[in-house]
């Protein structure tokens, strides 16, 4: 009996001795930081982009002009070449292969690539860009399901909470970088727009960050990272998940932004309109018109009111009316706060999305032009070297094209980045171009074509 306790209490030891010897040591487990679980839960959900872009020296055949300041580059270059841009994506969903990233990361790409954490490697559609937001969506077709990044909720970001950034700066792959939520609500300035409403962190954000995740320490994406600021030393910014959200459901059902529609023109109000409409202790945009039967003519706007917050954000210039006006859909109740005759009132808004009827008066106020697909009878009048196309009908006489030299006849081959091969598509492009203050035009007359930026009348 002794014998058998003795071999039972033998074994026994020998097994604590095995358990112990397997266990991970304390040590171990009290470095599994939150930072180290979040790594290691989104890590497989981020991505590296590749994009191969076409770069070129342009020289014009017809030189210098007072008329035009550049003829558009595709049609004259020579000597192409190529560099590789690095960037970052996070996998949003992993059935569809749907990825995030910044829309600088494929700007101009001839050719893009994504490679996963394991190096799996997969050719790239472009779903939507939507440059206004730095937003992009990539998609991939993987064979299996792939890991997804959690979505979080970016309008209960506090101040000083720790956060992680993924990505790949200057081709190092999966570099982890940490810091805290420093401020919320930034606009900075970059390649001649306004970005609004960034998250600022003091996590290093470099070149090939961009697209990159934002994590809060539970793991979830919070934000996208941004390099596009490039004095930024030791700050970093992202774009909040919650803006990227509205704006990923449009690029992915549409394959571009549908701009929520209330019907109002403002304008900036300087120091002596201030004195002469004597607002001086109030801060807003001035409504100079209301659209007819619009949102904002229903809710009781009219011009001559100062629209002082949108969606009860402070709202002084027209860049932050407009950045207020992006960070709503189309459908939804936003709400307006208006000051007339010294007093403020709170007006409730449906937006909506812009009547396609209105385009051709839209085209003819702010671009000033009429157009018309081209048929036979406009090909003869107009004697035009195609047979298929845009043309331009009339022009406006007090318009910038007018003044440039712009003239009926002329072919109106594409406005921003729409191709404008139908009157349809030019009507598009005029509405997704309706809230910018220029759009790039590219025109054609005989042998020579023309690359504008041309200022939107209000």
Not at 8 to 21: E, Q
């Amino acid at each position: 009996m002794t014998e058998i306790l003795l071999q039972i209490k033998t074994k026994s030891i020998a097994l604590l001795c095995c358990a112990l010897f397997f266990l991970p040591p304390a040590w171990a487990s009290d470095r599994e930081t939150p930072v180290v679980l979040a790594v290691r839960k989104v890590g497989p959900a981020v991505v590296n982009i590749s994009s191969q872009q076409q770069m070129s020296h342009t020289v014009s055949p017809f030189g210098r002009s007072p008329f035009f300041d550049n003829f558009f580059r595709d049609f004259f270059e020579h000597a192409p070449q190529q560099r590789i841009s690095l960037g970052s994506g996070v996998i949003i969903d992993g059935k569809l292969g749907y990825i995030l990233t910044n829309a600088h990361v494929i700007d101009k790409a001839t050719d893009i690539k994504v490679v996963l954490q394991d190096e799996r490697e997969y050719e790239v559609r472009i779903v939507g860009v939507d440059a206004d937001s730095d937003l992009a969506v990539l998609q991939i077709a993987p064979d299996t399901a792939l890991p997804t990044v959690d979505m979080g909720n970016s309008d209960d970001i506090m101040i000083g909470e720790t956060i992680v950034a993924i990505g790949n700066p200057f081709g190092f792959s999966h570099t982890v970088t940490t810091g805290v939520v420093s401020a919320l609500n930034r606009s900075i300035k970059a390649d001649q727009r306004v970005y609004h409403d960034f998250i600022q962190t003091d996590a290093s954000i470099n070149p090939g960050n961009s697209g990159g995740p934002l994590l809060n320490i539970n793991g979830e994406l919070i934000g996208i990272n941004t390099a596009i600021y490039a004095k930024a030393q030791g700050i970093g910014f992202a774009i909040p998940i919650n803006t990227a959200k509205r704006i990923v459901s449009d690029l992915i059902q549409h394959g571009h932004v549908i701009q929520a529609w209330i019907g109002l023109i403002v304008q900036d109000v300087d120091a002596r309109m201030a004195e002469y409409l004597n607002i001086k202790q109030v801060r807003g945009v001035l409504v100079t018109q209301v659209e007819q039967e619009s949102p904002a003519a229903k809710a009781g706007l009219r011009a001559g009111d100062l629209i002082v917050a949108f969606n009860r954000r402070n709202t002084v210039n027209t860049s932050e009316y407009l950045a207020g006006l992006r960070s709503v859909s189309a459908g939804d109740t936003t709400t307006v706060t208006r000051w007339r005759d010294d007093r403020s009132a709170e007006l409730k808004i449906r937006t909506a999305t812009y009547p396609m009827a209105r385009a051709p008066e839209l085209a003819w106020r702010r671009l000033g032009v009429r157009v018309a697909d081209i048929d036979t009878t406009l090909r003869r009048r107009f004697r035009l070297p195609v047979d298929q196309g845009l043309v331009i009908t009339d022009v406006r006489a007090e318009s910038h094209l007018a003044r440039v030299g712009a003239a009926p006849g002329d072919i109106l081959v594409q406005v921003d980045d729409q191709k404008t091969i139908t009157e349809t598509d030019f009507m598009t492009a005029i509405v997704k171009s309706r809230l910018k203050s220029s759009v790039m035009v590219l025109l054609q007359r005989n042998a020579q074509v023309y690359y504008l930026t041309v200022p939107m009348t209000p």
